[in-house]
């Protein structure tokens, strides 16, 4: 009798512990940072060339190229960068960075976004900020935080764009968001002159609405995976262009409920070397 009953009781506890499992869902996409990228240059063709390799290994669901993807704004870097980029057989996404378009001295943004969607159909070419949808349970969020006029190391979020994100959380109330930048909110270090700026009200935001599951960001050249205290992570990537020329894979593991308390989804963070 009682081994029946052991039967029995291992049986349930099997049968829940798999339904468990069950739920469990998982989201792994990749993140390259400050590619710097200058037409000619043979030798980050060929690490552009092999990071299209790693990434057929990695199977990421999305690639997210976080600004600074050219290091002087003229467009025949940007045309050679993106025929670099061509091989990569994921989605992938580009977040622009204080290097790469602005009209002093440079491309115009519309300009710039025009060659990126010329190569690029998961981008549309009038589209400084915008989102997209990795599966049901996500929103990807792609902010710009550069200068219009002129480049500048200091980031913002423009009132416009804050108003416009407030607004997809308002509209997706039940989908956890993470959201691309190329300055960080939080950065890796204080430096200063790398700072964003006017980051009071953007904080507000993140506060208020406790479904934003992470901010990945580029810029400062270090990669760090800090917490903030509403348990927002806040993901800085390495630079591409520096040796060993490495990126960050994403996994996070999550069940259907965990845009109601994104700080307990599990995230890893890898650093993958091309």
């Not at 009798?1 to 069950?22: H, V």
């Not at 903030?228 to 069940?255: C, E, L, T, W």
Request: net charge negative; with cysteine; hydrophobic share 35%.
């Amino acid at each position: 009798m009682l081994k029946k009953l052991y039967i029995l009781l291992l049986t349930f506890f099997t049968l829940i512990s798999s339904q468990s499992l069950s739920f469990a869902e998982e989201l792994q996409f990749a993140q390259v940072s400050d590619i710097h990228y200058l037409y000619p240059d043979e030798q980050m063709d060929k690490y552009l060339y092999f990071l299209s390799l790693s990434l057929k290994k990695q199977h990421p669901s999305f690639v997210v190229f976080l600004g600074d993807n050219v290091d002087k704004s003229k467009d025949t870097h940007v045309i050679s960068l993106m025929r670099a980029l061509h091989s990569i057989n994921s989605d992938y996404y580009l977040v622009l960075g204080d290097k790469d378009a602005y009209s002093f001295g440079g491309l115009e943004k519309n300009i710039y976004l025009d060659i990126v969607s010329t190569f690029n159909s998961n981008q549309k070419n009038d589209e400084k900020y915008y989102y997209f949808k990795p599966n049901k349970d996500f929103i990807c969020v792609v902010l710009d935080d550069t200068s219009d006029f002129a480049p500048s190391t200091h980031g913002e979020i423009s009132d416009e764009q804050l108003s416009w994100l407030e607004n997809l959380l308002i509209k997706y109330p039940k989908k956890m968001f993470i959201i691309f930048e190329h300055s960080p909110l939080v950065p890796p270090r204080v430096e200063y002159k790398m700072s964003m700026l006017n980051t009071e009200s953007y904080q507000n935001l993140i506060k208020k609405y406790k479904n934003i599951l992470l901010i990945s960001s580029g810029h400062y050249h270090q990669e760090a995976v800090l917490t903030d205290d509403n348990g927002v992570r806040h993901i800085s990537a390495p630079a591409f262009k520096d040796i060993p020329h490495s990126y960050q894979m994403i996994k996070i593991i999550y069940d259907e409920n965990s845009y109601k308390s994104p700080d307990k989804v599990e995230i890893s963070v890898t650093k993958v070397k091309v």
